[in-house]
DNA sequence: TATTGTTATACTCTATAACTATA
DNA sequence: TATAGTTATAGAGTATAACAATA
């Protein structure tokens, strides 16, 4: 394995652009992941996106925010996986005008499918020292928190 | 601001799973990020994202193992993008089978337009001190090198 | 009045299969 | 024979606007 120098040895600095230049490479390689791991189970990629995020009920509209996409989607989208059996309609005792979308035991069973092939760490970050692998949280969890920042 | 305690702090072992959580949450951001772009440039997900593909001029068929669709979307794809005037394709001088999709004046100008939106790095990113941003970078280009290891 | 979800419409995406031209 | 790109087709995604039910 070639050795590889880092910026601290060159003795350049590391502008922000640069890692966030890394980030876009990862969320590419990570979004072809998850475009053929849809395909493989017969999923369409909004489809497969939708499962991702029903981990625990939501609202048709929190979907509809969460997927980025209009209202009017939501509807087709659920109608569809509802066909298939994979997530039924929960009219929310709350708000009669809410409905909840729940995974069935079917979907439940796709979602882990598709978690077992998106949902698992890449070699890259297996391989990361247990050093290493604090380092990396530590600084993505202040990223996040910073970018939640109002 | 809180205080946020780091896994060395507390002293348990961060799993490569917690940061690839970290990383799925960070992904999910970034996605809804380029779809509320792409719609306020009047351009389809699949258009926005062979836009910034787009760098330098691609062959059809790498285009489409890129977007990690089938060959015959690409056409469509590009038929709909030429007929706006944002690419043109560009026969192979060397393979006569080859088209390569080149952009025009104006799709350079969409997709500079388009990187404005997504290929900044986030508050989170800037805020980073130097030697974070230095640490961020080698521990990114580690998992890069060590993800592409055959 | 505002919000949730649906419907109707028009256009785009996507995979599959069959095809043409070139290698 | 194999590959690059196209065409045709069918089903799904997507935004917009208009709508009913509920808040």
Redesign the interface.
């Known amino acids: 394995m070639a050795r590889?120098e880092?910026?601290?040895e060159i003795g350049e600095?590391?502008?922000?652009?640069?890692?966030?230049e890394?980030?876009?490479?990862?969320?590419?390689?990570?979004?072809?992941r998850f475009?053929?791991a849809a395909a493989e189970l017969d999923l369409h990629p909004a489809q497969a996106g939708a499962l991702l995020q029903l981990d625990s009920p939501l609202p048709m509209t929190e979907l509809a925010v969460?997927l980025?996409?209009d209202n009017s989607n939501v509807t087709g989208l659920i109608d569809r996986l509802e066909a298939r059996g994979l997530v039924a309609r929960q009219p929310s005792s709350e708000d009669r005008r809410v409905k909840h979308v729940v995974l069935t035991a079917t979907g439940r069973r796709l979602r882990e499918r598709m978690l077992a092939r998106?949902?698992?760490?890449?070699?890259?970050?297996?391989?990361?020292s247990?050093d290493?692998?604090?380092?990396?949280?530590?600084?993505?969890?202040?990223?996040?928190?910073?970018?939640?920042?109002a």
């Open positions: 590889v880092t910026t601290a600095a590391e502008s922000s652009a640069e890692v966030w890394l980030f876009r490479t990862l969320f590419g390689q990570h979004r072809r475009l053929i969460l980025a996409c998106v949902g698992r760490p890449t070699r890259g970050f297996e391989r990361l247990p290493e692998q604090r380092q990396l949280g530590d600084l993505l969890r202040q990223v996040i928190r910073d970018d939640a920042a």
